[in-house]
DNA sequence: ATAAATTGACAATCAGTGTTGTCAATTTAC
DNA sequence: GTAAATTGACAACACTGATTGTCAATTTAT
């Protein structure tokens, strides 16, 4: 049916096979996107600046990615498995003492935002104005920790149960808390020492299985 | 210099004075605005789609509003008002007992959300991503909150100082857990009955309290 | 009744932006 | 060396949206 013009054949160039040519090129977008989203929002970036900030051009843009949106996705995404991947392995590092995993995590939380800054606009606050498919991948990731928090927790102290309190809900706040202190101290210029802001969110999760722990064993 | 054109002579129209007329115009647009806002959030709402809102044209939109962000700034100061204004009389009323004030201002708080949801689409997602100027005023806002939530605790226990913590981190992660937990409430359909999300916060503010009598109790 | 003020509908302008296409220059394979 | 693949710079296009301007219709004051 079409005229059979025959597709270009794949080679090398600069002693680069085609596919780590790619992925470099797709490389060069990701840091740029964290670039400019992380600084100025995912509203106030074109793909024009993207392609500026790659030194690379639109062509390539779209060869690597659909739209703008996708490449914020794409960042978004590696951002919170980069953390993510950082803290766990950190609260594994510092098992079986859970007082030491839960501030060692929270520690590694924090220190993440504080070395890159662009990570908590992304992470927090562009992600939720974007589209409904960005919302909801963003609900199922603060989800999934609110999740991990409350499995951590329920299995170090499994008399947690039947406080008559929804352990869901207050999974959400806490997790909701350290959110709110990290965006504070990111935006305030990280004015307070991380011991301070980790011993601080440390105490709320501390304070919440106490109170747990006594509601508990006062009522069974 | 100009060549004189004389400034035309107000009057009234259909038996309303300029003034308002002003205002109705400047209402209906603060109504198509929360309505518009606070469903499809400020990047996805174009001038002429609140003007149609509205049932008014652009002209009147500039006529009020320096432009689309002057709109969402005054919507978003209403909003912030009126529940700041609910929640600190249903506080009131409650005096002098600190726990049915404490968690009949919560009720009231989630109440207020639930009654008009698209209220927390503005008043904690869109707002921080508009401009730093937006962001600046949220962050102010919410530093108010904090700040009134520790002068309200701190009044009600001055044992609570000394205690190695830092008040203001503290107040500003119960703001952020009640914020979380209110966001998730929204999207998730207020499936919990607001008694339960009410009653669970509650529980973070008295755990917090409670954990903080202990340690000062113990080091005092 | 008439002229002026007011309104509403909509055209026109102007600036961006996403997206695709062109083309010359560069590099590689043969 | 030559043809093809690749790159990079940028033009072209289509579309959207903010903002200003036009104008006829309506209402009011006198």
Redesign the interface.
Known sequence: MSPATDPPKRRTFRGLPLEQRQRERHERFMEAGLALYGVR???GVTVRELCTEARLTERYFYESFKDREALFGEVYQRQVEQLRGRVLEVIRRHQPDPRAMARAGLETFFQGLREDPRCARILF??V??ISPAM?EQS?QV??GLSGFLLQFTQALYPQLKGSG??PQ??A??????????A??WV?DGFE?PVE??R???Y??F???I???S?KTSTAG
Chains 1, 2 share one sequence.
Do not use: F, K, P
């Open positions: 929002g995912y509203h606050v562009d939720l104005s919302t609900r603060t989800s309190l929804d809900i207050i959400t706040g806490l997790v909701g808390a350290c959110i709110n202190v965006m504070h935006y307070q301070s802001v011993d601080n969110c105490a709320l501390e304070a919440m106490l109170s747990w006594v």
